[in-house]
């Protein structure tokens, strides 16, 4: 349980990085081997990319926040997988308010002593017609 613990005040951290558009403890964060992947499990982005596309997204949308909620955590040894629900909130086209909820599996490893992300992969949802999530970090 301790792991478990140590496991949510990371993601914590994380999800409260990303609210404050904090760069330095998003890079902390994310491990070197991340790999961002869509729902077919193609990898996207890695960790320069996706840090990248971060800043790109902070600087194109500063009221850009996010809602999450862990809705499953597998821990074996020193690798986990939150599977989450996260909805982001920003300003679109014409200042109009959006949302996007997208669900996820993360996979985090105990580096350190520490839990980094190394991996997200979007779940297919089938709510849009072909059940195709685009993440955050695509649509940038």
Not at 1 to 14: F, G, K, N, T, V
Request: charged content about 30%; proline content about 2%.
């Amino acid at each position: 349980m301790p792991h478990e613990q140590e496991l949510r005040q990371q993601r914590d951290a994380l999800l409260n990085a990303v609210n404050t558009h904090d760069l330095d403890a998003i890079r902390a964060l994310v491990d070197l081997t991340y790999e961002g992947k869509n729902e077919a499990g193609t990898v996207c982005l890695r960790h320069d990319a996706v840090i990248d596309h971060a800043a790109s997204l902070f600087r194109k949308h500063p009221e850009y926040r996010e809602l999450l909620e862990i809705e499953d955590v597998e821990i074996v040894e020193d690798t986990a997988r939150l599977t989450t629900c996260r909805i982001e909130r920003y300003t679109g086209l014409f200042g109009a308010a959006r949302s996007r909820q997208a669900r996820q599996v993360e996979t985090w490893r105990l580096r350190d002593g520490q839990w980094v992300l190394s991996e997200e992969r979007v779940l297919a949802d089938g709510t849009d017609g072909g059940g195709i999530v685009v993440p955050w970090w695509i649509w940038t």
